[in-house]
């Protein structure tokens, strides 16, 4: 089985305009038999997106209505592929009401679902943490280090693991050293292996599959996947689950760098 577990749509306020059965055509082509829809669900109302442009996750009006696409086009294409309707559920440490609340309306109609963590809190004050290399220096400046962002990073990553998000909370934590997204533009070395093989652990325990992230490859100072392969080494050495993610966020994307994970999938 061949699988994409982690793909965006047009839906996505920050990606593409591509049609979703071009994605869907593009798999079957690559001999994809399974893949998941996971758009960035709607934030909480009463959570204010620090990025500029406020477009981290589609609005909640279009909930519905991504939910109806990718449900139409599951059963359009059911003979050829299977299409899962997912959803990418951010983590935002204070908000954890507010994401239960949403996990049990939303999640009896989903397939399938992400954990991902987005959004860091310093004082009173959220960061994207992937949002740019700027924001990224000012994240690090209000932790007081880069070393502090990265642990406040990896704190947060297993606070969601831990948390209490009820019954729909998602198996699947995605791309769990996203903050390795500008390693070579902050250019410190930062050994952060144990805080990586500890978040692991903590997967392995609360039994979480793991989202074998490929789109790091593809950012200019990252270079690598989230997390690294030898990390991923590591999880199948733990028994993680391990499911393969572009994060695909145009058609262009999808699929992309499968194939320096397919032996660690088999």
Known sequence: MKRDGHIHTHFCPHGTKDSTELYIEKAIKSGFTDISFTEHAPLPSNFTDPTPMKDSSMRLEQLSPYMR???RLKAAYQQDIRIRVGLEIDFIAGYEKEIKFFLDEIGPSLDDAILSVHFLKVGNQYYCADYSKEVFA??????????????????????????DLGQFKPKRIGHPTLIH???????????????????LQSMKKAGCELDVNGAGFSKPDCLEAYPPLS???????????LVFGSDAHNV????????KFYTYLS
């Open 69 to 71: 696409e990718i449900n």
């Open 138 to 163: 000012e994240l690090a400046d209000a932790s007081g280090s880069v070393e502090a962002a990265y642990k406040l990073y990896y704190d947060t990553v297993k606070a969601s693991i831990q948390a």
């Open 181 to 199: 997204k500008f390693q070579l533009a902050h250019g410190e070395t930062i050994d952060d292996s144990p805080q990586v093989q500890h978040v």
């Open 231 to 241: 990390f991923i080494e590591y999880a199948k050495s733990l028994g993680i689950p």
């Open 252 to 259: 262009n994307g999808l699929h992309k760098h499968y194939e």
